[in-house]
């Protein structure tokens, strides 16, 4: 299997058209495509890896000099534009689609491709879910620990993020619900919610919904949860509360 480094070596052979101030000669034309789709798909084989070794910045570099010869490779642009995600450059994967759409519908009157257009709409997504997030918690108080409040339906959106954060890295986190429906007494929630903040880490989420209070714990999974629910469990004896509210809890990975 040939690496990194020696396909890298394989590119800085390459030198520019063959014979280009003999253009317009015919024998020179089947020589001059052969090297460049020999140099295309050493891109290809070289950027394929490179971003699958983590290197999205080099990734980068080198399929924007395959897309500046072949601008109709949407493999190229796909690789592209998943790498600059990668570097969080968010706004220029989205732009690299729209240059690529353009071209290919100008030039070749088609689309782009299903995965490229699936890839898209799923960057497009996220940044739309990631603002309405962020405009939610600027809007909505961060509770004296840290532990962010926010609505049901963006509390939703937090936990498909999430999922998909600790799918992609092996991690987990914990989602709780504390259910409070079967309690006689009158419970102040406003009080509780700020009570249950003071339990919670920075970066932690709360939700609250028809008496129940929703709970996303961060980089926390079941083994290491007893903290946690050892707090809870001293907050219901200082409400002096008849009947403890239930707790569900479990791990998700």
């Known amino acids: 299997m040939i690496e990194i480094e020696e396909l890298e070596q394989l590119f800085q052979l390459y030198r520019e058209d063959f014979f280009p101030s003999l253009r317009y000669e015919g024998w020179t034309e089947i020589q001059r495509e052969n090297l460049r789709d020999n140099y295309l798909t050493l891109i290809g084989i070289l950027s394929q890896k490179l971003y699958n070794a983590q290197r999205y910045r080099d990734t980068v570099n080198y399929l924007h000099s395959g897309i500046k010869y072949a601008p109709y490779r949407e493999n190229f642009y796909l690789l592209y534009i ?4 990668k570097l969080g450059r968010i706004a220029e994967a989205i732009n690299s689609y729209k240059k690529c759409e ?15 257009k699936n890839e898209y709409y799923k960057i497009k997504l996220t940044r739309e879910v990631t603002g309405e ?19 049901l339906n963006v509390f939703e959106k937090v936990y498909e993020l999430e999922l998909r954060h600790v799918k992609r890295f ?11 429906s ?5 419970v ?8 249950v903040g003071g339990l919670l880490r920075s970066g932690d989420v ?3 919904s028809n ?23 001293n907050l219901f004896k200082d409400l002096d509360l008849k009947k403890k509210p239930s707790i569900d809890i479990k791990e998700v990975n």
Do not use: H, W
């Not at 102040?188 to 009570?195: H, R, T, V």
């Not at 008496?211 to 469990?233: H, T």
């Open 133 to 151: 997030i962020k405009t939610n918690f600027e809007e909505n108080p961060v509770l004296n620990s840290g532990a962010m409040l926010c609505d």
């Open 211 to 233: 008496s129940k209070i929703y709970l996303i714990l961060l980089d926390m999974s079941l083994v290491n949860s007893g903290i946690i629910m050892q707090r809870f469990n």
């Open 182 to 186: 079967g309690i006689e007494e009158e």
């Open 206 to 208: 709360i939700s609250v």
């Open 170 to 180: 092996k991690k987990e986190f914990i989602l709780m619900t504390v259910n409070f």
């Open 102 to 116: 353009q071209i290919l519908r100008k030039e070749l009157d088609v689309l782009p491709c299903e995965k490229l």
């Open 82 to 85: 998943k790498a600059l995600v």
């Open 188 to 195: 102040n929630f406003e009080n509780i919610i700020y009570k």
